[in-house]
């Protein structure tokens, strides 16, 4: 899984992957049910914060995993499999 601009990408391990899918459905689940703004940073920051203190230091792949925005697609693909 790649990370990133078409100028500074970067591949993620299947831990930072699965961490990044992990946090990705935690700002689904509760950050887009939030109407103002501040509560929204609110929720990524303090999701951010609980991925640092409970997954594996090696699951972040030193910050990748938790690069902004965090969005998930297959735009390169025609299988939505």
């Known amino acids: 899984i790649m990370v990133g601009t078409d100028r500074k990408k ?3 391990t299947m831990d930072g992957a699965v961490t990044r899918l992990w946090a990705h459905e935690g700002l689904r689940l509760f950050s887009d049910r939030l109407e103002s703004r501040k509560d ?3 929720c990524i920051h303090t999701l951010n914060e609980i991925i640092k203190s409970r997954f594996p230091k090696d699951a972040l792949c030193s910050g990748a995993s938790l690069e902004q925005p965090l969005l998930y697609s297959r735009w390169l693909s025609r299988s939505y499999a």
């Open 10 to 12: 970067r591949r993620l």
């Open 40 to 42: 929204q940073d609110w």
